[in-house]
């Protein structure tokens, strides 16, 4: 047991896919940068991650991602338009991005994988241990999981992965974990991986979502991992080795509300339900869509 591990400070979230389930908009605009109400997806994770204490982030991107740095960079003509009209709604926030945490930016310059994608961040993580967020998974913040995980790391030390409960048919899309303990304790202990599985051989329905906490000897054995599933580096992979060579990596059973925002219905559910718990949009948004859903319920009679 470590009874003293490092506190996270470093997150690293991996930006570079092409975002081919949103084409054709993702042909000029990234993926992370599509709004959910009126703030792009990345915003929200990179909010998650200095809720939980977090303040260097790190992200690894790719071609055409421009837009990213210009969101959490000053605009200083727009600041100062808004601050002439008096707008301070709107320019705090407009400044709220920049000022959230110290961001970093790295490019994946191949496309070879999330394993591969992580491995860029070594020089900036160094030998701490940090966080990975990925950028199409949004966490309410009411279900605080990263620090959850990091109770469990404290209490056992090594890495955790962010695993929840999938519909068995559904399994074969996701990374799968076989764990130790009942999926409502603190912590489980992962006792093997697999990499979206063939039909019918996944060892259970915990799926591996998009947050975990990593000892920085991953990227030793990322260095070391072959290609896998679809010829990429996996990260899944890269924990299946730690876990065969008996270090500690533990999982969290998350029940909380999550939204897959690379995915185009869970996107809009995303943006739908978020919009109806706004103080300024919900009561009129909720009240139209009721009334959409009745019209439709009576012209479908």
């Not at 990091?150 to 929840?164: D, K, N, P």
């Not at 999938?166 to 999926?183: E, F, K, M």
């Not at 679809?230 to 990596?249: H, K, M, S, W, Y």
């Amino acid at each position: 047991m470590n009874s003293t591990p490092h506190r996270i400070t470093k997150a690293v979230i991996p930006a570079a896919g092409l975002g081919t389930r949103f084409l054709p908009l993702t042909k000029a605009t990234p993926k992370e940068m599509l709004p959910v109400v009126d703030k792009p997806a990345i915003q929200y994770v990179v909010e998650e991650a200095v809720a939980a204490g977090m303040s260097d982030i790190l992200m690894v991107t790719g071609r055409n991602k421009r837009p990213l740095e210009d969101h959490f960079d000053r605009n200083y003509e727009l600041e100062e338009a808004l601050q002439r009209r008096g707008d301070q709604d709107r320019l705090d926030s407009v400044c709220a991005s920049t000022e959230l945490a110290d961001i970093h930016y790295v490019r994946q310059r191949d496309p070879k994988g999330l394993g591969h994608a992580v491995l860029c961040a070594a020089p900036h993580v160094g030998r701490e241990p940090f966080a990975v967020l990925l950028a199409d998974d949004l966490i309410d913040p009411r279900d605080p999981l990263l620090s959850r995980m990091a109770e469990v790391r404290a209490q056992y030390g090594g890495s955790v992965v962010a695993l929840m409960e999938v519909d068995p048919d559904a399994i074969h899309q996701y990374g799968c974990a076989a764990v130790q303990g009942p999926p409502d304790a603190a912590g489980v202990r992962i006792t093997d991986l697999v990499e979206k599985p063939e039909p019918g051989t996944a060892p259970s329905n915990l799926a591996i979502i998009g947050r975990y906490l990593l000892d920085p000897e991953i990227f030793e054995v990322l260095r070391g991992t072959s290609p896998g599933r679809g010829g990429e580096i996996q990260l899944t992979d890269a924990l299946r080795a730690l876990v065969q060579a008996g270090r500690p990596v533990h999982g969290v059973v998350f029940s909380g509300r999550r939204y897959d925002t690379g995915d185009r219905a869970e996107y809009l559910r995303a943006t739908v339900r978020l919009a109806c718990e706004r103080e300024d949009l919900g009561p009129g948004f909720l009240a139209w869509l009721r009334e959409f859903v009745r019209s439709e319920e009576l012209v479908g009679v």
